[in-house]
């Protein structure tokens, strides 16, 4: 096989792709807004139309109100009141238009925090299918992202980090947060480009 960045060899039978948050509240006009979202959204489409059926986004879903949250997720939410459920325009919640055009056969686990690991949707979805391995895109890097990075690395999952399909809105704790991928999670996480999972992923 040509060179493909997979430092643990060929990609298997049983892969998943994990698109993490691509919503509409990121995109533009909230105070979520991903200022990379657009520049990485072309490279996520390119994956998702090519195994669409092995596809599960992950949504952020707002509480709706201050009050609904346990702990630091009521400041968390009292800070961000502006993005609560209630306030929220319609379908802001929703994936952006160029990903949700692929539900179904991509299917979508929605979650109230970082992790989507906490619920058991994802859990059973992925052991339904027997997957091994998961590729994972979306944003942010330093949030949502590796929350979902760590739970599927605590799981035993082969993880593929999609670099060039992550978006951040801090430039300095992206590059950061690859770093930490890189340097301390070399035996679990791999990362690659767009371009080296497509040539792997046949």
């Not at 986004?57 to 009050?67: I, V, Y």
């Amino acid at each position: 096989m040509a060179h493909s960045g997979l430092i643990h060899g060929p990609l298997g039978e049983n892969v998943a792709h994990l698109c993490v948050d691509m919503q509409n509240m990121f995109a533009h006009g909230s105070a979520w807004a991903v200022p990379w979202f657009d520049r990485v959204l072309p490279q996520i489409v390119r994956i998702v139309s090519r195994r669409p059926q092995d596809t599960v986004f992950t949504r952020f879903m707002p509480l709706d109100s201050p009050q609904q949250g346990q702990g630091t997720w009521k400041r968390y939410y009292e800070r961000w009141a502006d993005m609560t459920a209630a306030r929220l325009a319609p379908g802001q919640a929703d994936l952006a238009p160029d990903l949700k055009r692929f539900v179904p056969p991509a299917t979508v686990v929605d979650k109230t925090v970082y992790s989507p690991w906490l619920g058991p949707d994802l859990d059973r979805l992925l052991a339904e299918r027997e997957i091994d391995t998961v590729a994972v895109t979306g944003g942010e890097t330093d949030v949502c992202v590796l929350g979902t990075v760590l739970g599927a690395v605590d799981r035993g999952f082969r993880v593929i980090l999609v670099r060039d399909a992550l978006c951040s809105s801090s430039d300095e704790t992206h590059d950061a947060s690859l770093a930490l991928y890189h340097r301390r999670y070399g035996q679990q996480v791999e990362p690659v480009t767009t371009d080296e999972l497509l040539q792997a992923w046949r």
